[in-house]
């Protein structure tokens, strides 16, 4: 059928910039594709309709409005940075009573006020019908998510819970820019016992979850300097790493007598947030693997991610892949499971 084939839904694909993309939403034909075909005739426009709604991409808070016309078949969603921030209905979503799968990017759950942060609260409420969610670009803690889901989805078997870092954000956001000695929120390597007990109790009530994608890289949190400072140089790291130190030494050349420490003028937070928030320079993709970081890092990732993948599945028995951020993936952006 001609129908059929026209709107055709696609599988979201996996690739090294998973940061800029969702993972859960079928992806339709462009609309220029399939426009010719709604305007041929009343009839056709009649069969695409359904079709079309399938899947939406809410941009801002007016497109709820053509959304809700035709609610009724809809079963995926995404939602853009924009649009839940400012519409007034706070319950949007539980219009769409087949909804099924939904990925919302979080990066407006901070306000700024008065020179101070505070969580803004994204979502109100969610259809029971949800089986698959992601949230990508989030600051706020992710047990905020997590209770709304056993609150409102208890069937839920897909979640995904992404943050905004120093790998997908360019450049740095307020929030970072404010923070910039907070990565080890979603970037460190201890605690993991207590980390994945903590979580495993908060998803418990989630019976049929099967995937879990968690959005923090188990690595020290000294894994970003260690690498741009030292590793892109050919050297190997210090276990401990005075910022403030080594920004200004990483800039003097290898084959000049060592400066001494004491002589060098400490670097600015200014100078750490511009090393933090750049791309890796030294990106090859023939060789995307840094072979220092694999030697000072994976041992314990290994033992990490899967200590920690143990005691979730112990305590949520459904859980068939839990996916972590890879740091030795290409730009940092990958998935490890």
Known sequence: MVAEFLFELRSPEYTDTIGEQQLVCSIKPNWKEVVGFLSASQSLRQMAIPRWFQVLKIHKSSDWYIALEHSNYVREIV??????????????????TRLYTLSIDFHQDVKHNGGQFAYRQVLWELPSSIRRLEITHAHSPDANVISMVREFCPKLE????????????FPVCD??????????????????????????????????????????????SSAVLAHRLY?????????????QQAIPLAQQPLNIHPVNPVQVEPATTSAL?????????????SQPMCSLCLAEFSEANWSAETAAASILKEVVPSLETIQWMNWFSPRHLGLSS
């Open 273 to 285: 947030i511009d090393l933090l928030h750049q791309p890796d320079l030294d990106f090859d993709a």
């Open 79 to 96: 939602c853009l940075e924009e649009a839940l921030f400012d519409y007034r209905d706070k319950h949007i979503l539980t219009h769409f």
């Open 158 to 169: 897909e979640l995904r819970l992404g943050r905004c870092t120093m790998f997908n954000r």
């Open 231 to 243: 590793h892109t140089r050919g050297l190997p790291a210090p276990a401990i790493i005075d910022w």
């Open 175 to 220: 929030f970072w820019r404010a923070f910039p000695l907070e990565h080890n929120s979603y970037l460190s390597d201890s605690g993991i016992e207590d980390y994945a007990g903590s979580l495993a109790r908060e998803l418990a009530p989630l019976k049929r979850l099967k995937i879990l994608q968690m959005g923090v890289y188990l690595v020290p």
